[in-house]
């Protein structure tokens, strides 16, 4: 089958809205719930929306995002060789995602809304995992592995602790155990910028896990 240059253009520009609709479509099934699936969507799309700034500033070329049933979304770019650019745009992502799912969980706890507190709580979940799991391709990996080589193991480690937890991760450890392969150039960053970003990373997995744990408490009250 051969497509047009027309045809070619009309799926790259198409193709976020149409994976999106699916996206929504199969997590309405999943919680059954269609308000709380559009909303978890569009805390992913806020999430992709922080890299997308970050490849933008850049000027580096990219696809559009495309959304994936059960695992997220995914942006692919050309590779990138400067190691800061990599990990600024790595990090942008569950910056921006986890602020936004956090200002829907406080909205949800003041006008007393137990859909909006299920939104933030999946969105910081959501972020949270991105960050923790440091394997390439998710974020954390992106922002660790060339400054902390073993974090490739622990991250690793968290996936298979997640497939124990529900085995809709499994394609995560999948991809997991795949990026071990990969073989990343030795990083160029001085010691001290390499312990700013482990503490940058440390520091945003704190607040997203201290923001579940507290609008996990906020739900109950509001209950």
């Given at each position: ?20 609709i ?20 569009v ?17 580096i070329?990219?696809?559009?995002p ?20 990599e990990m600024?745009?790595?990090?942008g992502?569950?910056l ?8 829907v ?18 969105g ?24 902390l080589?073993?974090?490739k ?7 298979f ?11 995560f ?38 923001s ?6 906020g ?5």
């Amino acid at each position: 089958m051969v497509y047009t240059n027309d045809r070619m253009n009309f799926i790259k520009n198409n193709i976020s809205h149409v994976t999106f609709i699916i996206f929504v479509a199969v997590h309405g099934l999943l919680y059954q719930n269609l308000l709380i699936a559009f909303g978890i969507s569009v805390l992913l799309l806020i999430h992709e929306w922080g890299h997308l700034r970050e490849i933008k500033k850049y000027n580096i070329p990219h696809s559009p995002p495309i959304f994936i049933p059960f695992m997220g979304a995914v942006i692919g770019m050309t590779d990138v060789i400067d190691e800061k650019v990599e990990m600024n745009i790595a990090i942008g992502g569950p910056l921006i995602g986890t602020l936004a799912a956090v200002i829907v969980g406080a909205l949800g706890i003041i006008f007393s809304s137990t859909e909006l507190v299920m939104i933030s709580l999946v969105g910081i979940l959501i972020n949270l995992i991105n960050t923790l799991v440091t394997v390439s391709p998710f974020d954390g990996g992106r922002i660790m592995n060339r400054i902390l080589p073993l974090s490739k193991v622990s991250g690793l480690l968290i996936t298979f602790v997640l497939v124990w937890v529900h085995t809709i991760f499994v394609l995560f450890a999948i991809v997991s155990i795949h990026s071990l392969g990969k073989k990343l150039p030795t990083t160029t960053l001085s010691v001290k910028e390499r312990f700013t970003w482990i503490f940058a990373w440390f520091a945003l997995v704190l607040v997203q896990f201290i923001s579940f744990v507290l609008i996990v408490k906020g739900r109950l009250i509001i209950q």
